[in-house]
């Protein structure tokens, strides 16, 4: 059978456009980071990775859960703390999320520029302890 027989018959290995099948990118790149994960959970590049595309898709209580993987690997780490409270906050979770910037903050977060700007955070900006915690910084 030639290849013009075998692709109409659906023997022919995909083509470029259609190895995904359905899945966008973004889908297969946590299938994929997923797939890892379930091997290897104490790999924090993994999880971050993970968890940022997890939180792009809008998974929030996925994001929560694997931001609190990585802060359980790295418990004084102010960036994974400060990735923590970014998905809590997205998440609704405002007092867990604005405790987790103050433990990033004393880690040694110091980009309040960033804080103040960061759409992550959006959900927190009118919240008085927020607010506080910029004053302080």
């Given amino acids: 059978m030639n290849k013009t027989n ?6 022919a290995p995909p083509s470029g ?8 990118q973004l889908d297969f790149d946590i299938e ?8 290897d959970k104490a790999s924090v590049e993994v999880t971050r990775v993970l968890a940022e595309l997890v939180a792009k898709k809008g998974l929030l209580e996925r994001a929560v859960e694997l931001d609190r ?16 409270a970014c998905s809590l906050a997205r998440a609704g979770c405002s007092p867990e999320a604005i405790h ?3 433990k990033a903050i004393l880690l ?4 309040l520029r960033h804080l103040e700007v960061d759409p992550d955070l959006d959900s927190l ?12 910084g």
């Fill in 125 to 136: 900006r009118d919240h008085p302890d927020f607010r506080n915690l910029l004053d302080e």
């Fill in 69 to 84: 993987h990585v802060v359980s690997l790295l418990p004084n780490d102010a960036t994974a703390r400060y990735n923590l």
């Fill in 17 to 24: 456009n259609q190895w995904f099948g359905f899945l966008s």
């Fill in 108 to 111: 040694g977060y110091d980009d």
């Fill in 6 to 11: 075998a692709s109409q018959h659906g023997n």
């Fill in 32 to 39: 994929f980071f997923e797939k890892i994960f379930s091997r």
């Fill in 100 to 102: 987790n910037l103050s």
